[in-house]
């Protein structure tokens, strides 16, 4: 079996159409938590929130715990926990990262969302789902995993960000999510195979200290964030 098909493989379970309602479920989740998030919740309450959103949409249980970043924890990567300290301001940025089973197969999904008016913070909000949408279309070009944040630094670099690298992108499939994990989709020297890995994108602000996040699901049928 080559390197690409065993980082590819997928359960005997595995259903594309159960991949795309996940995502679409997942997307849906993010949108109803993000906009349920207001200023002075702690990160704390805000994971909550987003438990109890997950639960009322009757997701399963979710593959990663639920991340949600304030400010200028909107920094800082997966595993790093948030300040204990970090409460959401009148005029703030913020992102939601979550990752629910629908139907035995796994969501991933992450959204940045700005409350009040700065307009820096706006247009980092905006700048990271262009970027998303940017190298999504370099993906169904046939580029490669790694040519994709290869191309993505290059491209926020352009445009006035800093691409977060320690973000790459990874695999999802039908649960359980060790079974398939296949590394970092920006490590993968293949054209990733549609339904099966999330495009992440993580930008910081070249001066103030936050950023955003976005991700979702690479996939043939048209979708913009």
């Known amino acids: 079996m080559t390197e690409a098909a065993t980082r590819e493989a997928v359960g005997s379970a595995f259903s594309l159409p159960a991949m795309h309602r996940a995502r679409d479920l997942s997307r849906y989740a993010v949108e109803c938590i993000g906009a349920s998030i207001e200023p002075g919740m702690t990160a704390a309450d805000a994971s909550e929130l987003a438990l109890r959103v997950l639960a009322d949409l009757s997701a ?3 593959w990663h715990p639920v991340i949600v970043r304030f400010g200028e924890d909107t920094l800082r990567v997966f595993r790093e926990p948030p ?17 629910p089973v629908w139907d035995g197969h796994e ?3 992450g959204d940045t969302f700005v409350v009040g008016g700065d307009p820096d913070m706006l247009a ?3 700048a990271v789902r262009t970027l998303w949408n940017d190298v999504r279309e370099a993906w169904r070009h046939g580029a490669s995993g790694r040519e994709l944040y290869a191309w993505a630094a290059r491209q926020a670099r352009a445009s006035g ?8 992108g990874h695999r999802v499939s039908d649960f359980p999510h060790a079974i398939h994990h296949g590394g970092k989709l920006g490590d993968f020297d293949g054209s990733p195979q549609a339904g099966l890995w999330v ?6 602000h070249p ?19």
């Open 60 to 62: 399963e249980r979710s």
């Open 83 to 99: 300040s204990p300290s970090s409460v959401l301001a009148k005029n703030d940025i913020y992102f939601v990262d979550i990752g």
């Open 124 to 126: 980092c909000a905006s």
């Open 161 to 168: 960000w800093t691409l977060n690298l320690d973000i790459r």
């Open 207 to 225: 001066e103030r200290p936050f950023g955003a996040f976005f991700e979702e699901l690479l996939s043939t049928d048209e979708r913009s964030p």
């Open 107 to 109: 969501g991933d999904a």
């Open 199 to 204: 495009l992440e994108m993580q930008i910081a």
